[in-house]
């Protein structure tokens, strides 16, 4: 009891210290919170099966991000999880094999590659963005006819693509 109260005070003296002092060093207007340190445990990793057990595993060192800025085959990624079971990483061997699936499918170049929605072709779309043939096809006809996509928004109005396929993707979609 008495710690939580002593912890209580401990706050509040810091807490209005705090503001205290940046109320004299800086009559500017407060600048909004950096957006990073909110987003300290969000990540970039796409949605995919065994998504969950990367984060927990692959994330108690280093940000789960680095995968996302290190794309590798299968390969890579097979060497690269040895390393990390070396370094100290630890799973089952079935959560192992579970996030060796994930990254091989979610996060090799060619899946985590840009996909410029105004340049690129019905197969390109097909195979990195996981549009059905007739999908990607409509895509494009769209395009044709209507000109240039500004945004995702533009691209929702492609009528037959399921908008939740462009959602998911969307990190890496540039106009
Ligand atoms: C016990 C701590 C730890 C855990 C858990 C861990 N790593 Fe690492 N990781 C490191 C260290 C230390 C480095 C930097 C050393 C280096 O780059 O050689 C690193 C670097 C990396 C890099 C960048 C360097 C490279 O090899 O390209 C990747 C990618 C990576 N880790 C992937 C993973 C994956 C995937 C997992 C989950 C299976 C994981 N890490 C879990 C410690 C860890």
Redesign the pocket.
Same mark, same amino acid.
């Given at each position: 009891m008495k710690m939580v109260l002593w912890g209580v005070i401990a706050c509040v003296a810091s807490t209005s210290y705090g503001v205290k002092a940046f109320a004299q060093q800086s009559p500017q207007p407060t600048q909004p919170p950096p957006k990073e340190q909110n987003q300290q445990h969000s990540t970039e990793l796409p949605p995919g099966a065994g998504r969950d057990t #990367?984060m927990r #595993? &692959?994330? @108690? &060192?280093?940000s789960?991000n !680095?995968?996302v %800025?290190?794309p590798?085959d299968r390969q890579?990624?097979e060497?690269? !999880?040895t @390393?990390? %079971?070396g +370094?100290? %990483?630890? %799973?089952t061997d079935d959560e192992?094999t579970e !996030?060796l699936e994930y +990254?091989a499918k979610n996060v090799t170049p060619q899946a985590t590659a840009k996909v410029n929605m105004n340049k690129a072709t019905a197969a390109e779309m097909e195979s990195s963005l996981e549009l059905s043939v007739k999908e990607a096809e409509a895509v494009v006809s769209y395009r044709t006819k209507n000109g240039d996509f500004k945004s995702l928004e533009d691209v929702k109005k492609v009528p037959d693509v399921d908008a939740k396929k462009l959602d998911a993707k969307k990190d890496r979609l540039t106009f």
């Open positions: #990367v #595993v &692959c994330s @108690k &060192c280093h789960p !680095i995968l %800025a290190n590798r890579g990624w060497d690269t !999880i @390393k990390m %079971a +370094l100290g %990483a630890m %799973a192992f !996030i +990254l």
